[in-house]
């Protein structure tokens, strides 16, 4: 997240190092007992279709890309995206949609940036004299070009901040609460900045961004830690109308996504400060004043964050059935733009705390996050927050997919080439993205006495001919599956992938008719028929 939580960084260390409040799900029987369970899929009974899973660039990436050896980040690039299955054992996660921070200038500040900590500052194209500097995000650029390569088609350019030349402080953070940074007269400035950035990549690097996403988290008072600022809703009208002017004057097809909200509840209704929520019906209701819809280059669609609504089972529910039924009822999609476990919700059951949690219990907890962005609220896109960084002051995976080390040490110069591991947020992520490709459809899925310890769901492929039947089972106990397909007939080949404790995505071909999932562990079966 665009870091409120760089505060709760520090908070939440010292919370979890005098706490543990491990709370594990409700698991009848004893360890290794099996559990059968009946399931059905129906493949006439349809929802969304999905667009892709994607992970953040921000902020380390710029500086691995630029600054690593070649082999440390080549292997990087591959655990994000690549497809290939090698001796059972996935290469990557094959992540199909990637997400371009288009920073304000930060870094080239320095310190005097106001942003203390060098990694979270981001590079910008343009020059305080109006000319482009195409060498800068040198390192984003290539995790971009890898993506491409390894077939990658779907990318997003987001800004967190404007311009640090078009703010009202000369600053990429903002100190007018509220109110949008971006000076009055820039407004055009920044809109025809984003496009010329959109412009240039489709014509230099053969990259088409399918969204440019031009505020985010406009609910929060961005002051410090990072770039940022907020924006009111009719300043983000504002901007997006000039937005979609200048993609309109460059014959680009980019579409505009908003509004990347703080948490998906300031989308559907009012939420502190009328000003900056109730989003849903304030830029899709014809008679808003703020109202968005007829622009040429706004598709029916708007994104927010999973944050702060991930304490537990219930309330991941509630937030999200809700969230899907006021979207519905406008025609818009969703995108879920950004996750990490980022909350405090010691009291909640289903929340696995932070000191005390481990690797994998992050990673079942993000897995409970995405079934209900997916199966609740029905959204077509599910991105993870940072796809690279380093794990300090004992943050495990909480907030990353693979977890850097600089030469120097965890608390080192980013700059320093160092080394990288896989963390399980990435495997269990990969669980989704390596077999819910874009364009596969969600069917209806039904499990004997469902739970909030076994859950799953089926996306089919858009030929009818693959079936990817994702389960997460928190128990500790094996669970064997007696799955009946309606619509598609007998498969003619199973595999699965789990990760668990001891496997990371680990192919397997099931014996017989009945397959067995692993405990603890979040399993995905892929059918050919």
Known sequence: MRFTYYFCLLLTFVISACSDNTKPDPDPGQPGTNIKKSITVDIGKTFQTIEGFAASDCWTANYIGRDWEANQKESIAQLLFS????????????????????????????DKSGIDDKSRRAESFLNADGTYDWSRQRGQQYFLEKAREYGCESFVMFSNSPPVHYTYNGKGFSARGSR?????????????????????FKNNKNITFSYISPVNEPQY????????????????????????????????????????????????????????????DDFFSPASDNYIGDLAHVNPL?????????????????????LGAAASAKGLKLFQTEWSMLGDHFNDADYPGHGSATPLDIALHMSKVIYHDLTSANVSSWSFWTAMDMARWNHKNRFLLIDLVPGDGIYGDISNSGSHESSKNLWVLGNYSLFIRPGYQ?????IANPSNS?????????????????????????????????????????????????????????????????????TTFVYQF
């Not at 599956?481 to 001891?502: F, H, I, M, P």
């Open 221 to 280: 008072n961005w002051d410090g830690g990072q770039e940022g600022s907020g924006w009111q809703n009719a300043e983000i009208k504002r901007l997006v109308t000039e937005l979609d002017k200048a993609l309109g004057d460059k014959n680009l097809n980019s579409r505009i996504l908003i509004t990347e909200s703080g948490d998906w509840e300031y989308l559907y209704k009012t939420k502190d400060d009328a000003t900056r929520s109730n989003q849903i």
């Open 454 to 522: 076994f859950f799953g769901s089926a996306w089919v492929s858009p030929d009818k001919k693959r079936l990817a039947v994702v389960y997460t089972n928190m128990t500790t106990k094996s669970i064997a599956t007696d799955l009946n397909v309606a619509g598609l007939g007998k498969y003619a080949s199973v595999k699965q992938y789990t990760t668990s404790q001891t496997k990371n995505l680990k192919e397997e071909i099931p014996s017989g008719e009945e397959t067995v999932i692993d405990p603890r562990s979040v």
């Open 302 to 322: 708007i994104g927010g964050h999973s944050y702060w609504t991930d304490g537990n089972w219930e309330t991941m529910k509630s937030v999200r059935t809700q």
């Open 180 to 200: 949008s940074n971006l000076k009055e007269e820039h407004y055009g400035d920044f809109a025809v900045y984003m496009a010329n950035v959109a412009e240039y």
């Open 442 to 446: 969600r069917v209806d899925l039904n």
């Open 83 to 110: 497809q290939d299955v090698k001796n059972g054992n996935p290469e990557g996660i094959g992540l199909s949609m990637w997400r371009f921070n288009l920073g304000a200038g930060t870094a080239e500040q320095g």
